[in-house]
């Protein structure tokens, strides 16, 4: 009803059960880091700075929609999805990718023709590597007998549904690509409202 009819009402609901599910994955993530080696940095940090250590993404990011379906929907559903969960985490949320193609409904599509289908449909916008090279100014630690310690930027990337995994797999590649050719790495970690 939400994603197929357009029926907007049903977003705060489906965002409060989003918003969950990054709570659960931050915990997960949290509790990973306190298991870990500390992150190699230039200073010795004391015992209550080691274990003040969280996981938070820089940034928040969607899916896009083609102009087309966007007119048929009247709103992209992840871009909801992800403002809301943004808004209540009080994250930065940034538009980093365009779709280039109109692809047909996946939802018809085997595995295969829909790993085929997503090869080239996105691309980075035309201010995402600013917006990247934005997040990257706060991620650098101090440099060390000349050495660049950099952080790698996290951006949790959104969308309703997983399925084959191909749709979020085409679009971390495009921002993967984009930090690589920038010198800057880049995390990317993906949070749906569903699987299927």
Not at 136 to 139: E, K
């Given at each position: 009803m939400y994603k197929f009819r357009g029926h907007e009402r049903y977003a705060p609901l489906l965002t409060a059960l989003l918003i969950q599910?990054?709570?659960a994955m931050?915990?997960?993530q949290n509790s990973v880091l306190a298991k870990g080696p500390p992150a190699p940095v230039a200073h010795l940090a004391t015992p209550a700075q080691q274990t003040k250590l969280q996981w938070r993404p820089a940034a928040v990011t969607y899916v896009p929609v083609s102009s087309e379906r966007l007119a048929e929907r009247g709103f992209n559903q992840a871009e909801r999805l992800a403002a809301g969960l943004a808004t209540a985490c009080r994250l930065p949320i940034v538009d980093l990718l365009q779709?280039?193609?109109n692809t047909t409904k996946q939802s018809f599509k085997s595995r295969g023709e829909r790993i085929e289908t997503m090869k080239?449909?996105?691309s980075i916008n035309p201010d995402g590597m600013h917006l990247i090279e934005e997040l990257?100014?706060?991620?650098h630690l101090p440099?060390?007998?000349g050495i660049s310690h950099a952080k790698p930027i996290q951006i949790l990337l959104v969308d309703d549904i997983y399925t084959t995994g191909s749709t979020l797999d085409a679009c971390g590649q495009v921002i993967l690509n984009t930090g690589?050719?920038?010198g800057i790495p880049v995390e990317i970690y993906t949070l749906?409202?569903?699987r299927s």
């Open positions: 599910a990054f709570q931050s915990d997960e779709r280039q193609i080239n449909v996105f990257n100014n706060g991620s440099t060390q007998k690589f050719t920038m749906t409202l569903a």
